[in-house]
Nanobody, 124 residues
Framework: QVQLVESGGGLVQAGGSLRLSCAAS????????MGWFRQAPGKEREFVAA????????YYADSVKGRFTISRDNAKNTVYLQMSSLKPEDTAVYYC?????????????????WGQGTQVTVSS
């Protein structure tokens, strides 16, 4: 079992920055691909970013490309999402997810474990 705990959400003005963290339990974190998803009120959960187990490859939704950066520190069992140039449309609950097979990607169905989410609100 893997437990994921997100932190770092909050209220920020448009154009500002936030860094989300996702701390994972367990000794096999370094084998997992990790992803970030978000869900805005009344909308379906959508892919934001993903990173392979080694950190060698990253993937981004077109809507956040160039503004968000996903990274990981396997020594700390933590994955990060650095968000810059935030827009009101980035407002959502952000979830991190882990794929035990280490592949990850953009589809939520491949992820085995999910955190409880952290709220990000961007004011205009």
């Amino acid at each position: 079992q893997v437990q994921l705990v997100e932190s770092g959400g909050g209220l920020v003005q448009a154009g500002g920055s936030l860094r989300l963290s996702c701390a994972a339990s367990g000794r096999t974190f370094s084998r997992y691909a990790m992803g970030w998803f978000r869900q805005a009120p009344g909308k379906e959960r959508e892919f934001v970013a993903a990173i392979t187990w080694s950190g060698g490859s990253t993937y981004y939704a077109d809507s956040v490309k160039g503004r968000f950066t996903i990274s990981r520190d396997n020594a700390k069992n933590t994955v990060y999402l650095q968000m810059s140039s935030l827009k009101p449309e980035d407002t959502a609950v952000y979830y991190c997810a882990a794929d035990a097979l280490g592949i990850g990607g953009t589809g939520s169905h491949v992820y085995n474990y999910w955190g409880q989410g952290t709220q990000v609100t961007v004011s205009s």
